[in-house]
């Protein structure tokens, strides 16, 4: 499966955004699908995770729109702390969410979220 991370942008503190990532080569109904962010000189977190039954890992807003094989992820209340790579990743046959990034095998190229005012 083939990912492409899309949305990130430069927001205001205080703002919102909603990152997508989309699929080809493969279903996403299959996988469970991380989010990932890596800020400079930052070891690569995970942020949040759904898993291939639907259990959901983190604070964020994950989901799942099936009819157009993606994930997305909602942002509220950015901070500066916030800014960041955000990374989608997917692991096949996943009935849970891993933490770590090593465990996902597929990539996205990332996103540049920048919260600055």
């Known amino acids: 499966v083939q990912l492409q991370a899309s949305g990130g942008g430069l927001v205001q503190p205080g703002g919102s955004l909603r990152l997508s990532c989309a699929a080809s080569?493969?279903?996403?109904?299959?996988?469970?699908v991380g989010w990932f962010r890596q800020a400079p000189g930052k070891r690569r977190e995970l942020v949040s995770c759904?898993?291939?039954?639907?259990s959901v890992k983190g604070r964020l807003t994950i989901s799942r729109d099936n009819g157009k094989n993606t994930v997305s992820l909602r942002v509220d209340n950015l901070k500066p702390e916030d800014t960041a790579v955000y990374y989608c990743?997917?692991?096949?046959?996943?009935?849970?969410?891993?933490?770590?990034?090593?465990?996902?095998?597929?990539w996205g190229q990332g996103t540049q979220v920048t919260v600055s005012s």
């Open positions: 990743a997917a692991r096949l046959r996943a009935a849970h969410c891993n933490s770590y990034s090593w465990e996902y095998g597929y």
């Open positions: 759904i898993s291939t039954n639907n």
């Open positions: 080569g493969g279903t996403l109904d299959d996988y469970a």
